[in-house]
């Protein structure tokens, strides 16, 4: 049975969802994500997360009790939010950029529903070991990094870069299932009840 309405086109998302056994219904809820002048990284993931749930609560009206479910995830390097890369160029500047060192993901999680907004901010570091130009080049023809925030996707060809992780991989992949799950939990939707699959 259908739990949640998910306000996001990433397939990743739909794939974390389907891991932890949520039935969903797919709902586009265009936003503008601008960040504001000033914005911190943190500010604007959470920011965009529940922009992009009461977008998707909007859409639907209030005919279906469902709650719509919001995600974001940025990428932030030294205070630097890593957007998706636009062509090789800028993809090879970002995992130079990123070769060698750590730097942060931020994925934030909203879900609303007619009465209630609540949300949750996963913040984890990765670090990545060198990569070489070759490598980059290589990397951007496999098609990975096009559409990934900083330019990588570590459930795919880019986990060859990770040397280590603290924090959540499914935060780092674009949805944190922890955080996810206790948000759930909250709208008494639980994954792991009998028959809940």
Known sequence: MTAIYLASASPRRRELLEQIGVEYRLIHAAID???RPA????ELVQRLALAKARAGLAVKGHVDPLPVLGA????VLDDRVLGKP???AAADAMLAALSG???EVLSAVALVDAGRERQALSASRVWFRDITPAERAAYWA????ADKAGGYAIQGLGALFVARLEGSYSGV????????????QEFDIHPLAPGAA
Do not use: W
């Open 33 to 35: 994500e601008t960040p």
């Open 86 to 88: 636009a062509d090789a």
């Open 173 to 184: 992949m674009g949805l944190p299932l922890f955080e996810t799950a206790r948000l759930l």
């Open 72 to 75: 974001d995830t940025l990428v």
């Open 101 to 103: 060192r750590s730097h």
């Open 142 to 145: 496999s098609g990975e990094p």
């Open 39 to 42: 914005e911190a990284p943190a």
